[in-house]
């Protein structure tokens, strides 16, 4: 059982609350080099070049892509699985979207806490983007354990795993095929009951 600590709920977004917006966007332009999402490709740097590089020979103008993302919502139930976590716990969405892609989300999710990062755009075009801090998922998680923080982690892609090797607890929920053969110590929530089951198990 955990001590008297104070605890803290690190997620991710993309994948356990909301739905992949790259893949999202592929769907939506007909272009499959975007639907190249972490599960693929573990170098967030190398595959947000990649992905600008797209945009650009396409010519597919930021603006298309926040049409596609006013068209979407949460997964069925991350509101309310939010909502019971908050209820019991301090929860942050640690996330590698952009603070561009996030505000209709966090509007349907009740405003969480949000750590992400920021595109730059300029005449409708992805330029760039600016990482919050290199490797912020892992630096967020022990900067609450040096505030003697109990972290419990939950994530879906290679992109979570310094999160969740850094955590206190963690977990994997709704990971892709293969990647829970891949971590066999990391338990597994196939649901956000299950989820919310495991949470208390290991507290």
């Known amino acids: 059982m955990m001590s008297a600590m ?15 917006v790259w ?6 332009t007909g272009i499959e080099e975007l639907r190249r999402t972490t599960r693929d490709e573990p170098d967030y740097q190398t595959l947000m070049n990649y992905r600008i590089g797209i945009l650009d ?10 049409t596609v993302i006013a068209s979407l919502d949460v997964l ?3 509101r309310e699985f939010l909502d019971e976590l908050r209820s019991r716990h301090q929860v942050v969405l640690l996330s590698d979207t952009f603070e561009q892609f996030a505000e209709r989300f966090m509007e349907q999710l009740g405003r969480p806490h949000l750590l992400c990062h920021r595109l730059h755009v300029e005449n409708d075009r992805v330029i760039s983007f600016s990482p919050r801090v290199a490797d912020q998922k892992r630096l967020t998680v022990e900067s609450y354990q040096a505030m003697n923080f109990h972290v419990t982690a939950m994530g879906d892609s290679h992109n979570d795993l310094t999160m969740l090797e850094a955590a206190d607890a963690a ?17 597994v929530a196939r649901s956000y009951a299950d989820a919310l089951d495991w949470i208390e198990s290991v507290g």
Do not use: N, W
């Open 76 to 78: 069925d139930g991350a």
């Open 57 to 66: 020979e396409y010519s597919i103008p930021f603006s298309t892509i926040q």
């Open 23 to 28: 893949i999202a966007v592929a769907e939506h």
């Open 171 to 187: 977990c994997l929920i709704h990971p892709p095929d293969g990647l829970p053969e891949k971590f066999p110590h990391l338990p």
């Open 6 to 20: 104070q605890r803290v709920i690190t997620l991710d977004m993309e994948g356990v609350v909301t739905p992949e």
